[in-house]
């Protein structure tokens, strides 16, 4: 019989620790940061375990080193870093475990923030929307805005949650309730609530948990769920694949977790915002060489909930040069330009799909000499929409789409 194989030594201890300090540390915790050569944490944290301490103790560097050189380095060694609540909830066992194998640390972690705020709150933790704002716009939390939705939010610091309230009600929010938790789990833990229009709470703790109760006037913004987002909820000069083009687009493109698209001739860059609506991991680059269009699409993005989109301002195909290799392409615009669909063809990697649409005769001739020579799905998308004539109604028809889907091989 073979010998089981001895498992690689832990060197490496991550603490979860809360605002209690050493009073929430179980004798495993304690154990491990007083038997540790080096500890690693935030100031904060440094000082709440301080009489555990018989090692060395060093502090975060600033900027934060997101590559843990100094934690790294000392691989081999017992090493502790210390983390706030659960170090796998934003925090940073995430990163730590992109560089070490999971065989070779032990993980301490305390409840969460989130945790502890729905316990306080009594909230199903389930159903309830999480997000983190902290280092992130509040931008993020517009998706998240429907009527009796319940939101958890981790912030920045303390004028985060008046900055969120007045977001709330300029989009039409303003009846919400929110709830700052501040410092919980500490001795200095305290909760306050007040209307989103009507938000007064001074001296909020920097460390806190916003809770949002969504509840909406009849103009609120809101976003739905599904592909094909009104037209009028983005800005726009004309140049937009209007929604019934749009949904039907986002269907061909087929997004899949974590995908990156580029949509070449963005014009209002709907298509690369309801991309990346259909899950946060989702990521998107928007081409476009129309300036004013290209800071368009930056302002549509943040004010859909979809600031992370990349918006790279010139005219394919110069303007691919060294992006990332997509997962999808969807071509909107220029896509008649000589070399844009060469361009994308090589760029695409194997499996990805590429969606173009055409209005023009020019591109629509290009599209059906592609379908010849690659295959692919080719649709002709007709709609008409009711308009008054006189004094009755009336079928008026828009210009038809020809769209072209292709997976590359």
Do not use: Y
């Not at 090692?55 to 080193?65: A, H, L, S």
């Not at 989109?309 to 997962?327: C, Q």
């Amino acid at each position: 019989m073979s010998k089981n194989k001895q498992p690689k030594p832990q060197w490496l201890i991550i603490v979860g620790i809360g605002e209690d300090g050493v009073a929430g540390l179980g004798d495993e915790a304690k154990r491990r940061i007083g038997e540790a050569e080096v500890i690693f944490g935030g100031k904060r944290h440094l000082a709440l375990v301080a009489p555990l301490v018989k090692g060395e103790t060093r502090q975060w560097p600033t900027p934060f080193d997101t590559e843990m050189r100094e934690v790294l380095a000392l691989k081999g060694k017992n090493v502790c870093v210390l983390a706030s609540g659960d170090p796998f909830f934003h925090g940073v066992g995430v990163t730590l475990a992109r560089k070490v194998k999971p065989d070779q640390m032990m993980v301490l972690p305390a409840p969460s923030s989130l945790s502890l705020a729905a316990s306080r709150l009594g909230w199903a933790l389930q159903d309830v929307e999480t997000i983190s704002l902290h280092g992130h716009s509040i931008d993020l939390v517009r998706p998240l805005l429907h009527p009796s939705a319940r939101i958890l939010a981790l912030t920045s610091d303390g004028d985060a949650p008046a900055a969120i309230a007045r977001l709330l009600d300029e989009l039409g929010f303003g009846p919400s309730r929110l709830t700052v938790l501040e410092a919980l789990g500490g001795p200095d833990e305290t909760r306050r609530a007040a209307r989103a229009d009507s938000f007064d709470l001074k001296d909020i703790n920097p460390l806190n948990v916003l809770a949002l109760e969504i509840e909406q006037t009849p103009d609120a913004r809101v976003l739905p769920l599904t592909v094909g987002l009104a037209d009028h909820l983005f800005e726009h000069d004309g140049q937009i694949t209007k929604r019934e083009i749009r949904a039907m687009t986002l269907s061909s493109l087929a997004p899949r977790r974590g995908e990156l698209l580029w949509d070449i001739g963005a014009g209002s860059g709907s298509i690369g915002i309801e991309w990346m609506l259909a899950h946060p991991s989702m990521r998107a680059i928007a081409i476009e060489a129309d300036s004013e269009r290209a800071a368009r699409i930056a302002r549509n993005a943040g004010h859909c909930g979809v600031p992370g989109l990349v918006v790279i301002e010139g005219s394919a195909p110069k303007a691919l040069a060294k992006l990332e290799t997509p997962d999808a392409i969807f071509i909107g615009g220029g896509g008649s330009d000589a070399g844009v669909l060469e361009k994308a063809f090589k760029a695409l990697r194997p499996g990805g799909r590429l969606v173009a649409n055409a209005v023009t005769l020019e591109m629509e001739t290009l599209l059906l000499d592609q379908h010849t020579r690659r295959g692919g799905d080719l649709t002709r998308i007709a709609l008409s929409r009711a308009a008054p004539v006189g004094s009755m109604q009336a079928w008026r028809p828009a210009m038809p789409v020809t769209q072209w889907s292709w997976v590359k091989p």
